[in-house]
């Protein structure tokens, strides 16, 4: 299975393509980056911007899963907005290409990765790091594929990611 994780944002968009075979102990990494707009661009500009990118990322992966956080409201309500408005941007791509729509909170998400919601950045970033297989920069597989190398908004990515891979495994067939 694939599922593309996202780290909704307008400024910075954290996007992951994490994979999982049958075969496979671990998710992979097979594609992160941290998506920028310029803050000179027009507003409606950059929302193009993301939109575009998340259709060629959708287009060129094809994930079976979008993953998505939800918003979390800050005491900037401008800036709440204007990601709520991106995050509208990104649900409808994934939308009209067919693709399940899984949607974690903060709390979902640490929990998910740590077993504790009140995790702080750097458990989290542990536990990603340590749950994830990804291939080393300068390794030939990372020259091929873009790999996580270390950004907060990719890992946020990788953790959203990594969360819908537990809440959407199948139970086993004794289970209650």
């Known amino acids: 299975m694939k599922i ?10 954290g996007i992951a393509v994490l994979e999982k075979n049958k075969s496979e102990k671990k998710e992979r990494v097979i594609f992160s ?27 060129e992966h094809k994930p079976e ?3 998505i956080e939800t918003l979390f409201l800050n005491t900037n309500q401008k800036t709440a907005m204007r990601v709520a408005e ?9 939308s009209r290409a067919g693709i399940k729509i899984f949607e974690a909170s903060p709390l979902q998400i640490k929990i998910a990765t740590t077993g504790y919601g009140r995790a702080n950045k750097e458990q989290v ?10 291939p080393e920069r300068g390794s030939e597989e990372s020259q091929r ?14 953790a959203i990611a990594l969360t819908a891979f537990a809440h959407l495994k199948p139970k086993p067939a004794n289970f209650f």
């Open 65 to 67: 899963v979008f993953a």
């Open 145 to 158: 594929k873009a790999a996580y190398d270390g950004s907060d908004d990719e890992l946020d990515a990788i």
């Open 4 to 13: 593309l994780g996202i780290d909704p944002g307008f400024e910075r968009l």
């Open 86 to 94: 991106a995050r509208g941007v990104m649900v409808y791509e994934a």
């Open 125 to 134: 970033k542990k536990m990603v790091e340590m749950l994830i297989n990804n």
């Open 33 to 59: 980056e941290c998506f920028k707009t310029s803050a000179k661009l027009n507003f409606s500009l950059r929302l193009n911007l993301i939109g575009e990118e998340v259709k060629k990322i959708i287009k």
